[in-house]
């Protein structure tokens, strides 16, 4: 048997699927995974609120793609608010990592 949760933000062209037997994968073993947000401060915001242990918004020191580890975080948004650019990571319960990051424009060709 299996059980199914499948999530479509209004307007979104993808979807996230959560359940069970749907996946060998163990609980936690998934990291790195992204959401991506149109205002990450906002999206902060109500995480927060709703009570998900969320990291500070930041971005990284070389100025792309964070490395899903500590390392290259700044504090803060992107300069300039650039796209692609800012993100706050928090933990499912089942220790799976997740990371927010802001998109506003996207890149030619997404």
Known sequence: ??????LTPPG?????LFGTG?????PGSQQGLHLIVSDIETAHAELVERGIDMS????????????????????G???????????????????NGWALQEITTRLPGR
């Open 1 to 6: 048997t299996y059980r199914v949760v499948h």
């Open 12 to 16: 979104s062209p993808c979807s996230i």
């Open 22 to 26: 749907v996946t060998t994968a163990a």
């Open 56 to 75: 500070e918004i930041f971005h990284d020191a070389s100025g792309v793609f964070h490395r899903g580890t500590q390392e290259g975080r700044v504090s």
């Open 77 to 95: 948004l992107a300069p300039d608010r650039a796209s692609y650019g800012s993100f706050a990571t928090f933990t499912d319960p089942d220790g």
